[in-house]
Structures are given as structure tokens and as C-alpha cells.
């Protein structure tokens, strides 16, 4: 005898309803989590950032204006993109003279714009 699932094919609505709020309460959760940083820490980071950001625009090599700067315990970020690789490598290079950057990561990606034009 065959017998016909009627249920089957059809989206369980209360399983994906449970999975959509679970996922929200996470995410509540991790945006809700303080700053684990003091206000000295936060500070010297934005220090940081703001000299790193100085030694990008100053180096004449480099246009700097799509780069992001974001630094954290002496760790710094660089996103955004440039138009070379050497554009990329000037401005870790840049960045790694500012005193007390412990550390850079390269995020920034490189756009080849003639492949537009």
C-alpha cells in the first residue's frame, strides 16, 4: 500500500520561524557585548589610527582615499581598495612606520580599473 506524506515538500514553517529568531538573538547578543577595551586603550587605538591615516595621505606615492584605517591593541587594519599592488604594499609599509603599531593586516584589495575601460 503507498501512502501519500502530505506534508512533504512543504516548508516546515514553525522549524524555519524558530531558526529565524534564534539567529536574531545571537545577533543581539554579539552587538550587545561591551567593549572589552579601556578608555586609555580605546584612545591609543584611535591614536594610532589617526597617525597611521597622517603617514597614508602624506606618502605622495599613494592615494590613500579609499583606504580605511582601524586600529585595536596596536593591530592595525587597512581596507578599502587601491589601483596597484604596489599602492598596497606603500601603504602596510607606511603604516608599519607609525610608532606603536604592533602589527598590520593587509585587508585591502586591488582594483584594476583598465580592465573597465
Request: hydrophobic fraction near 45%; charge should be neutral; aromatic fraction near 6%.
Amino acid at each position: 500500500m503507498n501512502r501519500v506524506h502530505h506534508s512533504a515538500g512543504k516548508p516546515r514553517k514553525p522549524v524555519l520561524r524558530a531558526a529565524v529568531w534564534l539567529a536574531l538573538a545571537f545577533g543581539a547578543v554579539a552587538c550587545s557585548t561591551p567593549d572589552p577595551r579601556t578608555e586609555e586603550e580605546r584612545a591609543a587605538d584611535q591614536a594610532i589610527a589617526g597617525q597611521v591615516r597622517g603617514a597614508l595621505l602624506a606618502d605622495a606615492n599613494l592615494y590613500a582615499n579609499h583606504i580605511d584605517v582601524n586600529a585595536r591593541r596596536g593591530v592595525v587594519w587597512l581596507t578599502g581598495w587601491v589601483t596597484s599592488s604596489e599602492e598596497s604594499r606603500a601603504a602596510v609599509r607606511d603604516s608599519e612606520t607609525v610608532p606603536g603599531v604592533q602589527r598590520v593586516v593587509d585587508q585591502i584589495e586591488v582594483v584594476d580599473w583598465s580592465v573597465h575601460y
